[in-house]
């Protein structure tokens, strides 16, 4: 790379988890220059694992799900533009356009834009949701509770969590899954059948192995959900929870590589002076040997900071290789993983028993332990595992007993 | 320095203890636990980390 000139205005397009942490980062880094954060919405950032959780219950007010207190965002010193949309990136001219027509200059750029649900084609009558805003996480909140009936669709992560947020709500809840099992893609079949178990232990009726035709609306209301066998689902509510798209569309044109989400080599570079965080961001793993699109939690601050180093100095920076986390929590089960557990080749229970609602399990991709998942464990339980994740342990030489804390 | 912690929004994640483990720990259920609320100086940098990846969100910082 040839010598950069300073960097003395950033540009930050998406003001949650990956953004806010990246513009703080700047600072911490000691970064006196410009920052300018673009968002969307118009609250000041906030947090979605919540979303689905204690924001649905009622158990937490909106309030808590603010990301950082307004004084701490007024000490950043940021150009916070809240309410406004990226359309468009010139990278030859080094501007972000909004949809206002305001016309942003950077000498280097973080795109944090996140992603979007994916939707079913047509379905925009009242009571069919999707889950990824403080508004949606509201509209829902109004219309759950006792002898409403919900049905979702998908049984992820998203879609489990809602299920049992609504079944605590004392809402009838139905969840129609295309797949055998619950997230055995991911968690594999083990983990997945008891997931399922933990759905009908808690009175979910899931179906899974079934196909969607289409969701029903009477007079302008949901109605209800067929499937292609000709059942049909009555529902007051449908959440649509199929996964997610990144929103990549304001950057077509632009000449960054968008195969699903922003392309960025090892240091989160995209593009001259660009850089990309969070669940928009698509990277080579060096640990993983894979390219990767992480949306969770935990990866979208650690990403936000290590494009924010990049930035400040391309020389020094390392390839971004964190042991992925994400956590789940289901009726009142906490469900923890670190590494890249999707498309493993063999997953083993190695502590605890499924049976006793309590147990560890170890995921084999290749030759090497990639993964670990717990369910209802002492978090420190995986803290080893983390560490032998990271270390790039051969399978085979895994003790068949739980590894020395 | 001057450290807080929201144990209700706590998630257990403990990347503040991979972190900073001389400044926080977890319980048995996870929940994170201060060793000090005024850290040394060398375990700020580890306690600024920390309150930047936490996924709850749960840890606050007053610079002195």
């Not at chain 1, 986390?325 to 063999?346: K, M, N, P, T």
Request: hydrophobic share 45%.
């Amino acid at each position: 790379m040839t010598t950069a000139a300073p960097v003395r205005r950033v540009v930050i397009v998406g003001a949650s988890a990956a953004g806010l942490t990246a513009a703080e980062a700047l600072r911490r880094e000691g970064f006196e220059g410009a920052v300018t954060l673009v968002g969307e919405e118009h609250h000041l950032p906030y947090d979605r694992p919540p979303l689905s959780k204690q924001i649905l219950t009622g158990a937490w007010p909106v309030e808590r799900a603010a990301l950082r207190r307004p004084s701490d965002l007024d000490a950043l010193g940021l150009d916070l533009r809240l309410g406004s949309r990226a359309v468009r990136l010139s990278p030859a001219s080094r501007t972000v356009t909004l949809a206002d027509g305001a016309e942003l200059g950077y000498d280097a750029l973080i795109v944090a834009t996140g992603v979007r649900p994916r939707r079913l084609a047509g379905h925009t009558a009242p009571g069919v949701h999707v889950l990824r805003t403080l508004e949606d996480a509201r509209r829902m909140r109004e219309r759950l509770g006792a002898g409403r009936r919900l049905v979702v669709i998908g049984a992820g992560f998203l879609g489990s969590e809602v299920a049992a947020a609504a079944r605590s709500l004392g809402a009838s809840v139905t969840v129609v899954e295309t797949a055998p099992l619950p997230l055995a893609r991911v968690v594999g079949d083990r983990v997945g059948a008891h997931l399922a178990q933990l759905h009908r232990d808690h009175g979910v009726d899931l179906r899974t192995g079934v196909r969607v035709g289409e969701i029903v609306a009477h007079g302008g209301q949901v109605g209800g959900v067929t499937l292609t066998d000709g059942t049909v689902l009555p529902a007051d509510d449908v959440l649509v929870a199929i996964g997610s798209e990144p929103n990549t569309d304001w950057l077509g044109g632009s000449g960054l590589d968008l195969a699903d989400g922003v392309v960025c080599d090892q240091h989160l570079t995209a593009g001259p002076g660009v850089y990309a965080a969070g669940d928009v961001a698509r990277w080579h793993h060096p640990l993983f040997g894979a390219t990767l699109r992480v949306e969770h939690r935990t990866n979208a601050a650690e990403q936000g900071i290590a494009a924010a180093r990049a930035l400040l100095a391309p020389e020094r920076a390392r390839p971004f290789a964190p042991v992925p986390y994400f956590w789940s929590d289901q009726h009142g089960v906490r469900i923890q993983a670190f590494g890249h557990l999707r498309d493993h080749d063999e997953a083993q229970v190695v502590e605890g028993a499924p049976a006793e609602g309590r147990f560890l399990v170890a995921y084999r991709t290749g030759r090497r332990l990639t993964g670990a998942l717990a369910v209802a464990m002492p978090p420190k339980a995986l803290h080893p595992w983390r560490a032998a994740i990271a270390a790039e342990t051969d399978w085979r030489t895994l003790p068949t007993a739980p590894l020395p804390a | 320095m001057h450290v807080e912690v929201d144990q209700p929004k706590c998630v257990a994640s403990g990347q503040c203890v991979l972190m900073a483990p001389d400044v926080f720990d977890q319980d048995d259920d996870g929940i994170v636990e201060l060793l000090t609320d005024r850290p040394g100086p060398g375990h700020r940098d580890g306690v600024r980390e920390a309150a930047a990846v936490c996924p709850a969100a749960a840890i606050r910082l007053e610079e002195e």
